[in-house]
T-cell receptor, first 117, second 111 residues
Framework: DAGVIQSPRHEVTEMGQEVTLRCKPI?????LFWYRQTMMRGLELLIY????????DSGMPEDRFSAKMPNASFSTLKIQPSEPRDSAVYFC???FGSGGGNTDTQYFGPGTRLTVL | SQQGEEDPQALSIQEGENATMNCSYKTSINNLQWYRQNSGRGLVHLILIRSNEREKHSGRLRVTLDTSKKSSSLLITASRAADTASYFCATVRTGRRALTFGSGTRLQVQP
């Protein structure tokens, strides 16, 4: 299996521009998570989906952030308009929720390093 | 927000020595997991321990969990230079699915 695939790996943009991050989860996994890593706040959950449906978006910073999962093999995280404080590494992870949450292992993609100038 | 803290924040040891990292958390949990992150890379899952387990082994890794103290430890025995990385504990809270991460421990193994 190719693992979780994220694109792009690096993104540099200017403040005010729209940014779209993409994720392909591991085939057969029914949970997909978006996390963000910064020096100040560490690793934190943004949103997660179960069977393509958003379950918990309480970590999404504000209305500038939106996430979609149109099918089981693709998800996007969009920031519009982007701001310098959005600079971070964004990780996508997926898991197979067979254990009722007790034994789920999450598999992480390599991340997208976003820099907003 | 982060679930808890890890200590030490940084640890430097010689190859062959053991490394112990500690993690504390705040809420009731389903399980606790440890991840490794090499510089500039993604997170790699190391081991998962359920809330009803007290100790678990995987190769050179030993994890303990004390739910009464809301704490866990990760022991890496006979460390190698390739173990140099940041190590994060992460909890899955009761009734939830997402991971809540600790602040991480940066481990440096000197060859």
């Amino acid at each position: 299996d190719a693992g979780v695939i994220q694109s792009p790996r690096h993104e540099v943009t200017e403040m005010g521009q729209e940014v779209t991050l993409r994720c392909k989860p591991i085939s057969g996994h029914d949970y997909l998570f978006w996390y963000r890593q910064t020096m100040m706040r560490g690793l934190e959950l943004l949103i997660y989906f179960n069977n393509n449906v958003p379950i918990d978006d309480s970590g999404m910073p504000e209305d500038r952030f939106s996430a979609k999962m149109p099918n089981a093999s693709f998800s996007t995280l969009k920031i519009q308009p982007s701001e310098p404080r959005d600079s971070a590494v964004y990780f996508c992870a997926s898991s197979f929720g067979s254990g009722g949450g007790n034994t789920d292992t999450q598999y992480f993609g390599p991340g997208t390093r976003l820099t907003v100038l | 927000s982060q679930q808890g803290e890890e200590d030490p924040q940084a640890l430097s040891i010689q190859e062959g020595e053991n490394a112990t990292m500690n993690c504390s958390y705040k809420t009731s949990i389903n399980n606790l997991q440890w991840y490794r992150q090499n510089s500039g890379r993604g997170l790699v899952h190391l081991i998962l321990i359920r809330s009803n387990e007290r100790e678990k082994h995987s190769g050179r890794l030993r994890v303990t969990l004390d739910t009464s103290k809301k704490s866990s430890s990760l022991l890496i025995t006979a460390s190698r230079a390739a173990d140099t990385a940041s190590y994060f504990c992460a909890t899955v809270r009761t009734g939830r699915r997402a991971l809540t991460f600790g602040s991480g421990t940066r481990l440096q193994v000197q060859p």
